[in-house]
């Protein structure tokens, strides 16, 4: 079946601007992660939405981030005054309910470059 | 606090050898531990996954990892490697109690010698 998609694949864009970031689950997961991942370093977790629960926004780094998602489906992650710092990978995750939950999948990630 | 330690950040083995990727995570609970791969360009791919059980856990493409609560360790290892596991690999510790969510460690990037 599908896997995680995410759109655009890269963006580049200028400082000030704001960008969009899209992510389509795979079909039936309930949970949705964001994270960013910066040149050579690791995943940081940014938000995370669960069903219709309030999403856990505690990974955000600035009131510059935010992130919806619609019900069980697509989800935006959006990014304003864009800054050079935010180049970065960002990366989508989805996870099944039950007792796969706790697997996640990711997309292929959107790679923002800010000039 | 709870983290991921990933010591080593390149390793370099020759096509064949052994390999063995150490991760050390710090987690008040039983933690639930997963381990993936990242090829260049293209997005992370789960490896194996450890939740309970026995600790010895089997993955794809010919992986294990050993859960070692006493060391707190959880180490990848693969008995011969192919030049086609040159890639990044990330441990990842999963929160099991509050909101669920994963944090990961820095990453160890393979390099495979011909």
């Known amino acids: 079946g599908a896997g995680v998609s995410q759109s655009p694949s890269n963006k580049v864009t200028e400082k000030g601007k704001d960008v969009e970031l899209r992510c389509d689950p795979i079909?039936?997961?309930?949970?949705l992660y964001w994270y960013r991942q910066r040149l050579g370093q690791g995943l940081e977790f940014l938000i995370y939405f669960q069903g219709n629960s309030a999403p856990d926004k505690s990974g955000l780094p600035s009131d510059r981030f935010s992130a919806e998602r619609t019900g069980e489906s697509v989800s935006t992650l959006t990014i304003q005054r864009t800054q050079q710092e935010d180049s970065a990978v960002y990366l989508c995750a989805s996870s099944p309910p039950g007792k796969k939950t706790y697997e996640q999948y990711f997309g292929p990630g959107t790679r923002l470059t800010v000039t | 606090a709870q983290s991921v330690t990933q010591p080593d950040i390149h390793i370099t083995v020759s096509e064949g050898a052994s390999l063995e990727l150490r991760c050390n995570y710090s987690?008040?609970?039983?933690?639930?531990l997963f381990w993936y791969v990242q090829s260049p360009g293209q997005g992370l791919q789960l490896l194996l996954k450890y939740f309970s059980g026995d600790t010895l856990v089997q993955g794809i493409k010919g992986f294990e990892a050993e859960f070692k609560r006493s060391q707190s360790s959880f180490n990848l290892r693969k008995p011969s490697v192919h030049w086609s596991d040159a890639a990044e690999y990330f441990c990842a510790v999963g929160t099991t109690s509050g909101t669920y969510k994963y944090i990961f460690g820095t990453g160890t990037r393979l390099k495979v010698l011909a």
């Open positions: 079909s039936g997961h309930t949970a």
């Open positions: 987690y008040g609970a039983t933690p639930y």
